[in-house]
T-cell receptor
Framework: NAGVTQTPKFQVLKTGQSMTLQCAQDMNHNSMYWYRQDPGMGLRLIYYSASEGTTDKGEVPNGYNVSRLNKREFSLRLESAAPSQTSVYFC?????????????FGPGTRLTVL | AQSVTQPDIHITVSEGASLELRCNYSYGATPYLFWYVQSPGQGLQLLLKYFSGDTLVQGIKGFEAEFKRSQSSFNLRKPSVHWSDAAEYFCAVGARYGNKLVFGAGTILRVKS
């Protein structure tokens, strides 16, 4: 049982390049989340997917798109990377909304945009 | 608006000393509260959570937290800190049936021997 996995672990992009961050969970969770972590700002929600087939914007969605590929996988895409998107990105999953449960986090992807 | 304040950016304690990390929240409904720990280069691990019931909750690694509704606080404590507790600690608040967690900015704990 690997929990929440993320690829890649590290990535360096040039301004304007695109990339997709991958996330998968093997816990049969319904809900999945993407956060970014910046120093002194904690974690901020980018997008989430309450269940397969649905996605919604979080606090800081601009410059990102997401795809809930199936129940296991939730990807985050940067279409045209900007230096302001330099951050550590965390994926998380949760059993479901409507229940007393917590989010489980992946190990993170450290992204640098030059 | 929902918010979480962790007043201390950095805290340094001696190994074996007690620890208290502060967390204050602003939330319009019944808050569900969490403490997560992040070791260097790692993801976030849940230490403990409070949904309802006894306001003193026990977590992993010897941590506990107390929910005080009158003070809008959920402070994390440990009686005796170990060097391996050096990490960043995040307090978070959410709604029971909601999707979104709001995180504090984090407190970096340093342990000196």
């Amino acid at each position: 049982n690997a929990g929440v996995t993320q690829t890649p672990k590290f990535q360096v992009l040039k301004t304007g390049q695109s990339m997709t961050l991958q996330c998968a969970q093997d816990m049969n969770h319904n809900s999945m989340y993407w956060y970014r972590q910046d120093p002194g700002m904690g974690l901020r929600l980018i997008y989430y997917s309450a269940s397969e087939g649905t996605t919604d914007k979080g606090e800081v969605p601009n410059g990102y798109n997401v795809s809930r590929l199936n129940k296991r996988e939730f990807s985050l895409r940067l279409e045209s990377a900007a230096p302001s998107q330099t951050s550590v990105y965390f994926c998380a999953s949760r059993v479901s909304t409507g229940l007393d449960n917590e989010q489980f986090f992946g190990p993170g992807t450290r992204l640098t945009v030059l | 608006a929902q918010s979480v304040t962790q007043p201390d950016i950095h805290i340094t304690v001696s190994e074996g000393a007690s620890l208290e990390l502060r967390c204050n929240y602003s939330y319009g409904a019944t808050p569900y509260l969490f403490w997560y720990v992040q070791s260097p280069g790692q993801g976030l691990q849940l230490l403990l959570k409070y949904f309802s019931g006894d306001t003193l909750v026990q977590g992993i690694k010897g941590f506990e937290a107390e929910f005080k509704r009158s003070q809008s606080s959920f402070n994390l404590r440990k009686p005796s800190v170990h060097w391996s507790d050096a990490a960043e600690y995040f307090c978070a608040v959410g709604a029971r049936y909601g999707n979104k967690l709001v995180f504090g900015a984090g407190t970096i704990l340093r342990v000196k021997s």
